[in-house]
């Protein structure tokens, strides 16, 4: 089982960045694909970015492609959301998720991963 503890979220104008970290705990962190989700008020859960277990394979969704970045530290146990040039639409509750998966495996649909962390808050003024 893994815990997973979002920080870096806050209130920015547009064009702005701000990185969002996730902290997972335990020792298999490695064995597990990574990905990010966002809600927004009165919104589904949706898809953002999403990382291999290695961090060799990435996937976005296309409102992103471009802005944000997805990466990951392994020995850190951390997974981080990097976003760049940010617009009000971005705003939204953002959370981290952990499946266990294959190498090489990327995973965009939310229904497929097994943890998630309480969410850290992105708020956009224009």
């Known amino acids: 089982q893994v815990q997973l503890v979002e920080s870096g979220g806050g209130l920015v104008q547009a064009g702005d960045s701000l990185r969002l970290s996730c902290a997972a705990s335990?020792?298999?962190?490695?064995?597990?694909?990574m990905g990010w989700f966002r809600q927004a008020p009165g919104k589904e859960r949706e898809f953002v970015a999403a990382?291999?277990?290695?961090?060799?394979?990435?996937y976005y969704t296309d409102s992103v492609k471009g802005r944000f970045t997805i990466s990951r530290d392994n020995a850190k146990n951390t997974v981080y959301l990097q976003m760049n040039s940010l617009k009000p639409e971005d705003t939204a509750a953002y959370y981290c998720a952990a499946v266990r998966t294959s190498l090489g495996v990327v995973i965009s649909n939310p229904a497929s991963y097994d943890y998630w962390g309480q969410g850290t808050q992105v708020a956009v003024s224009s």
């Open positions: 990382i291999s277990r290695s961090g060799g394979s990435t």
């Open positions: 335990g020792r298999t962190f490695s064995t597990y694909s």
